[in-house]
């Protein structure tokens, strides 16, 4: 059984793209017949299922509480993608009881055996909860898009993960860009800035070009690679699937999904002691 492999996907700024990133990917490796789920970690605009018109009628609230179990609020998108729905305004999975971590624990055991890999939608921002999820993470895919603003809020959040959890290694996607020459000078410029203050190593993953059918393919509430699938960004997300498949998998049974419930965990217990 191939380890599961765990990837955040966030972006310091919010309105850069990382939610269309996270789907888009999704259901591209979905069609080289991967496993994939989608966690909605954006407690305060969970909007995952909405993007996808898809109807949550359980979220992982009810999970939490113990009135449903993991099956019962697991969503089917395209290509059989898997959402975890969180609801909006929901309370943080890091402020757990210990029964409700003890019920996390175990209900992720059971999805390990599903998927082959689970992408991490995060909140934007560099809030306590966005770092507990891309910390837990084995890999985090930073979302940049050409605004000065992206830029700096990019850096404020490599700035906290390595400086709070030693985090070294970022995958960097850059977003709505006019081609991949585009997408490099904007990594190259991130560099520029970690390099004179921080020991970091930030790794191209690629460029998803600004595209009007991908525009249209969110108002149709539909993955771009279904709406249109020789759409400029369409193939770009084929790109990245294929580039996030190349990167190494924890070793393992579970992959790196145990580590990343029991991270959830410690940072919990972590707020409990302090």
Known sequence: MRPVQVVAVTGGKGGVGKTNVAINTAVA???RGKRVAILDADFGLANVDVLLSLSANK?????????CQLSDILLTGP???RIIPASSGARRLTRL??????????AFSELSSQIDVLLVDTAAGIADTVLTFANASQELLLVLCNEPSSLTDAYALIKLMN???ARRRFRVVANM???DEEGRQLLERLASVCDQFL???????GA???????REAVKAQRAVSEYAPSAPSSLAFHRLADELLSWPVAQGADGHLQFFVESLVAARVGEQTA
Request: no cysteine; glycine share 6%; charged share 25%.
């Open 29 to 31: 490796l979905a069609s």
């Open 59 to 67: 979220t992982i609230e009810q999970l939490l509480d113990g009135e």
């Open 79 to 81: 290509h059989g993608i």
């Open 97 to 106: 009881t210990s029964l409700e971590q003890a019920g996390l624990i175990r």
């Open 163 to 165: 400086r709070d959890f």
């Open 177 to 179: 860009v006019a081609d």
């Open 199 to 205: 020991d970091v190593s930030l790794r191209y993953a």
């Open 208 to 214: 998803i070009p600004f595209d009007h059918r991908l």
